[in-house]
């Protein structure tokens, strides 16, 4: 009998912001490799996500949300990264929100029409749908906007139909060589999760206090005699800011610290000590260091 031919391939996950495409990552390469918050934007970077099962590996790519309300250089960047992924991809999920469609998604949309690869689109929150009658008509509204390879009601974060998508993902993977370890499940550097880790603590205590501006630099990462060392630096614009983050006797900065430590021993599977410090640098999201490391380089 004849072995089944492989097959890999990148796969493009996009949407508007805060539609659960890091929350999807994660499940679908089953480890937390992308941060996550309620605030639009957590993510900046592109990240690759890898599942392999079976004769097939999928190279997930998180993208940041599309964003073309401001101008600001951060988000001309994120926005730069989406339309370039687009373009280098095998398949393409488009993540949208329960029963929503709104101007942002249009977007979105509008970023496909040159796409020369299949598009699925995948319904996320469908949970959160309390008349699920409204849903049939949905997808046929959907389906009249794009010729979309699939439509698939799913729930990132409860699991719901994350099998169907795989499955339909892996089918129209191209064939092809694995790139990566079966057991790999990113490309991300430990130093990159670690610097992520803790900005997603700061983004979850304090999204609506802080810009998400805010930078996380890893300034030391050793290990000594089974202990992983960590000193972060977090980079900030305003003096007010450093206070926020600090707050009262250390307090705030303590509990970002021990949050993100919990994370850190989860995913390097050590023991880990970590000290953070707050640093001001006005402007600093506009600085070319900044745009080059969103831009995904090292």
């Not at 960047?77 to 029963?99: K, P, Q, Y």
């Not at 010729?147 to 099998?163: C, K, M, R, T, Y």
């Not at 057991?183 to 670690?194: C, E, G, K, N, P």
């Not at 983050?245 to 919990?262: E, F, Y």
Request: net charge positive; with cysteine.
């Amino acid at each position: 009998m004849n072995e089944q031919a492989l097959r890999c391939g990148h796969v493009a996950i996009i949407g508007r912001p805060n539609v659960g495409k890091s929350t999807l990552l994660n499940h679908l390469v089953r480890q937390k490799i992308s941060i996550t918050s309620r605030k639009p934007q957590t993510t900046r970077n592109r990240i690759l996500g890898i599942s392999t099962e079976g004769s097939a590996q999928c190279l997930y790519v998180d993208t940041p949300g599309l964003d073309r309300r401001h101008g600001k250089a951060i988000n001309r960047v994120m926005n730069e990264t989406v339309v370039a992924v687009v373009g280098e991809v095998d398949v393409i999920v488009l993540v949208s929100e329960r029963l929503l469609w709104r101007e942002e998604d249009e977007a979105v949309l509008e970023a496909l029409r040159n796409a020369r690869v299949p598009v699925l689109l995948a319904i996320n929150k469908v949970d959160q749908i309390e008349d699920k009658t409204r849903l049939l008509p949905h997808i046929e509204r959907m389906s009249s906007l794009y010729d979309f390879a699939e439509i698939i009601p799913v729930s990132a974060l409860g699991g719901h139909n994350l099998d169907l998508l795989e499955r339909k993902v892996r089918e129209l993977l191209p064939e092809g060589p694995f790139l990566f370890p079966a057991d790999q499940v990113t490309d991300a550097t430990s130093r990159f999760l670690a610097a992520e880790l803790i900005r997603e603590k700061i983004t979850r205590q304090l999204g609506d206090e802080l810009p998400y501006e805010v930078m996380v630099e890893i300034e030391k990462f050793t290990r000594e005699d089974g202990v992983l060392h960590i000193n972060g630096l977090i980079v900030v614009d305003k003096q007010g800011q450093k206070r926020i983050l600090i707050g009262s006797g250390g307090a705030r900065l303590k509990q970002i610290g021990s949050a993100a430590r919990k994370d850190m021993e989860q995913a390097f599977e050590c023991k880990v000590m970590l000290e953070l410090w707050v640093k001001v640098r006005g402007g600093h999201m506009n600085e070319a260091r900044a745009l080059k490391s969103l831009r995904g380089a090292s």
